[in-house]
């Protein structure tokens, strides 16, 4: 299994959890077009920041690395990162990469 098929794991275990809490009409598609951020997006605030926090635990779990989501670069940068599920899992394993986990 690479890199980027175990974050997308982890994200979409992240995306479980979160749809547990939410209301049927607000649960995400697990789907890389999934809109998380920004117009038509189903999440609130609240909402991203659980499934940033939730998806940096799976992440823990399964690379063992400590990844602060919600940092200078990710915030500065806004929707254009992880305006949808797969620019979310894109930047988590560019991140990764920088790092040197396999």
Same mark, same amino acid.
């Given at each position: 299994?690479?890199?980027?098929?175990?974050?997308?794991?982890?994200?979409?275990?992240?995306?479980?959890?979160?749809?547990?809490?939410?209301?049927?009409?607000?649960? $995400?598609?697990? &789907?890389? %077009?999934? !809109?998380?951020?920004?117009? @038509? #997006?189903?999440? =609130?605030?609240?909402?991203?920041?659980?499934?940033?926090?939730?998806?940096?635990?799976?992440?823990?779990?399964?690379?063992?690395?400590?990844?602060?989501?919600?940092?200078?670069? $990710?915030?500065? &940068?806004? %929707?254009? !990162?992880?305006?949808?599920? @797969? #620019?979310?899992? =894109?930047?988590?394993?560019?991140?990764?990469?920088?790092?040197?986990?396999?």
């Amino acid at each position: 299994m690479t890199r980027r098929e175990r974050v997308t794991g982890a994200v979409y275990e992240a995306v479980d959890e979160v749809n547990g809490q939410l209301p049927r009409a607000q649960r $995400l598609e697990k &789907s890389p %077009s999934t !809109l998380v951020l920004g117009p @038509g #997006a189903s999440l =609130d605030s609240l909402g991203l920041v659980n499934l940033i926090a939730t998806t940096q635990q799976k992440i823990e779990d399964a690379f063992g690395a400590r990844l602060s989501l919600v940092d200078g670069d $990710l915030l500065a &940068s806004g %929707s254009v !990162l992880i305006s949808t599920l @797969g #620019a979310f899992i =894109d930047y988590i394993d560019a991140t990764l990469d920088k790092r040197g986990h396999a």
